[in-house]
């Protein structure tokens, strides 16, 4: 039986939508009342687990579950050990730096050396300003990043964008792009050479409602 | 202006009515309406920010809050450069090693040497194997830590328990306490001694509330 593991958030309903079109049915996962965070599907052929974003790759990169759905920022941060297979066009974000409206900096490159960068992120903005030749301070932060600013903290800020709104309500605006992200169909790279449980299927039926 | 910084969740009710004792009204904070990450108390002589539990540290570290209220688990997990200042003896909870109610293990030293422990504890879950001489492999997930024996990743998992219900849930049992946790009174170092804007009177009025 196949294994797949399912990002909790802003990726899960397009996730099960997916599944669901190859005629695998996790929609319990979207009952609010479920508890449950494994569950097969009634066909017995494939299961699904419900993890945190974060903790898709290391379920497939574990090989605890052959299949995965992860947003390529998440790929890219984690620096994940998995076979990122396709890209499944939902889920469109971008990470971005980002500065107070009221200050004077308009690209990365103008932000002082040594300044600070509040990031949950920490990985892919050290990656930048290291490519620019900028030194910088990560401040590492788990949520509500826009603080940094806000308080005097920070500087700038490297976080996701997806409709600006969070920018905008904290008198923030975006000046460069690190990357654009979507989701991604991840695997098992060994489950995957060895086309264990007929990945191979599975794996082609996505691929063809993705590009119909 | 003292600013103080509050963790989101669990202790964050016992966090505010805590301030309201010494005079200080941060219940805004527990509107969910709210959407206001910084207030200013009405008598204008401290503001508090809104953070993740985690993320406290940082903002005392970095002297943006001159106070904060961190579990004792996010400190030692962190190793933060904090004035641990006053057990506040609330948010009781400890952090453990669970197991399969099934194995055979029942205590950490019968783990299998390199086998597999999840956690989102990561440096405290390493820090307490090696300080029993048992090489272990870390699983880093970052939530529902329970499913790591469940899909068989992992032979156990370091968590936090509080009334063990997730456990029992889950089919597995404590069988090591690592260390004990409450939620702990921090001040930013440099400002404590300095005594900037009279900390020393604010705690001292927390401190006589929780001796009394």
Aim: charged share 20%; aromatic share 6%.
């Amino acid at each position: 039986m196949i294994t797949i593991a399912l990002p909790k958030g802003a990726l899960l309903k397009d996730s099960i939508e997916l599944f669901k079109q190859v005629g695998l049915d996790f929609s319990l996962f979207l009952d609010k009342s479920n508890r449950q965070l494994q569950i097969t599907d009634s066909t017995k052929t494939a299961q699904a687990l419900l993890v945190r974003a974060q903790d898709v790759p290391i379920y497939v990169e574990y090989g605890q579950a052959q299949l995965g759905i992860v947003g390529y920022d998440v790929l890219r941060e984690k620096q994940a050990n998995v076979a990122n297979l396709t890209d499944l066009q939902f889920g469109y974000c971008r990470l971005s730096v980002a500065v107070p409206k009221s200050s004077t900096y308009r690209r990365s490159q103008e932000l002082p050396p040594h300044g600070r960068v509040a990031s949950k992120f920490v990985n892919s903005a050290l990656e930048h300003f290291h490519n620019i030749d900028l030194p910088i301070e990560i401040v590492p932060l788990s949520g509500s990043v826009e603080l940094g600013p806000i308080t005097g903290m920070s500087e700038a800020i490297v976080d996701l964008v997806s409709t600006g709104k969070t920018l905008k309500e904290n008198g923030l605006i975006e000046i460069d792009v690190l990357y654009e992200s979507t989701a991604r169909l991840v695997a098992h790279p060994l489950s995957y050479r060895l086309n264990r449980d007929n990945l191979d299927q599975l794996v082609a039926k996505v691929n063809k409602i993705i590009n119909d």
